[in-house]
């Protein structure tokens, strides 16, 4: 009898890159199982630390400005299951609107803002792997 082979979950990723309290995040991720086994996914969001929503691909709402949002990921084969996968954001600021102009742009300094503080935790999940 050939040992069953636990799935691995890889690739998760939260959308859109630069959250802010208004948005939708999406949670992505891969599911390999080397048997070819049916596999059933779970994803668990938390804020700060807290476990707020399971079993959903997305989250609205449940956080503010500032908060460390996470979705997790594990999957099992029925028989074994995997290690969980995770990815991380942090939520900025909804950027200024200029009402002068009347085209509804966000400020030069929100969007430089927001960019170096994605710069930051995008460089710090790397140094983490």
């Known amino acids: 009898m050939i040992p069953n082979t636990a799935p691995s979950v890889s690739g998760v990723?939260?959308?859109p890159v630069l959250t802010t309290a208004?948005?939708?995040?999406?949670?992505?991720?891969?599911?390999?199982?080397?048997?070819?086994d049916i596999t059933t996914a779970t994803v668990t969001w938390s804020v700060n630390?807290?476990?707020?929503?399971?079993?959903?691909d997305s989250l609205t709402?449940?956080?503010?400005?500032?908060?460390?949002?996470?979705?997790?990921?594990?999957?099992?084969?029925?028989?074994?299951?995997?290690?969980?996968a995770s990815a991380s954001t942090v939520i900025l600021p909804v950027p200024?609107?200029?009402s002068e102009d009347g085209e509804g742009l966000p400020?030069?300094?929100t969007i430089?803002?927001?960019a170096a503080i994605a710069a930051g935790v995008f460089?710090?999940?790397?140094k983490d792997e």
Do not use: E, H, K, W
């Open 61 to 84: 709402g449940g956080f503010a400005v500032g908060d460390d949002v996470v979705c997790s990921v594990t999957a099992t084969d029925g028989q074994q299951p995997s290690n969980a």
């Open 13 to 15: 990723s939260i959308s």
């Open 22 to 36: 208004d948005d939708t995040l999406t949670c992505a991720y891969t599911v390999i199982d080397l048997d070819g």
């Open 123 to 126: 460089a710090s999940r790397r």
């Open 49 to 56: 630390g807290n476990i707020i929503l399971t079993g959903s």
């Open 112 to 114: 430089g803002t927001m």
């Open 96 to 98: 200024n609107v200029d």
């Open 107 to 109: 400020a030069l300094g």
